[in-house]
């Protein structure tokens, strides 16, 4: 059963949040002002926030240079997961993603399933690694970015939560790079 070790240290992990929209500005983005709130909270650090158009190129630019910034840990996505023609977020990261992250998506849809019932179909939420950066896609609503956070991030973001989370895991993730080569 999950649990937290209060034994073990909280760690800050650095986390930067880009809200992909035509339409928002910081002012009016209520999603990414939910993961911003929700991970100040919880005593991480707000490492970047931007807000990009629904453009493949300018979406996975973004992350790019963010997963290659030291100073950023974990990056969360918020739009782009729909259906419909401009909802590309999915398409622009999941091909620069070295490792997927199916169990994310699929545990973010049991939580929605819960809230929205088969509505959560329309989703595309997912997961990946990035130059040994953690990647999360999630929907532009500020529920679902509540969902996400309470249900899933804040845990495993925790470096404290038990049997296990991704904190611990992330002096691992560019292993491969100091072995020599991608595997």
Known sequence: MARIDETRPFVPVKIAVLTVSDTRKLEDDKSGSTLAERLLGAGHTLAERAIVTDDREKIRNKVL???EDPDIDVIITTG????TGRDVTPEALEPIFEKRMDGFSEVFHRISYDKIGTSTVQS?????????????VLPGSPGACKDAWDGIL??????RHMPCNFVEIMPRLNEHLRRGGKS
């Open 154 to 159: 804040q845990h495993q973001l925790d470096y």
């Open 80 to 83: 782009g997961t729909g259906f």
């Open 124 to 136: 595309r939420a997912t997961g990946g690694v990035v130059n040994a950066t953690f990647v999360f």
């Open 65 to 67: 240079s963010w997963s």
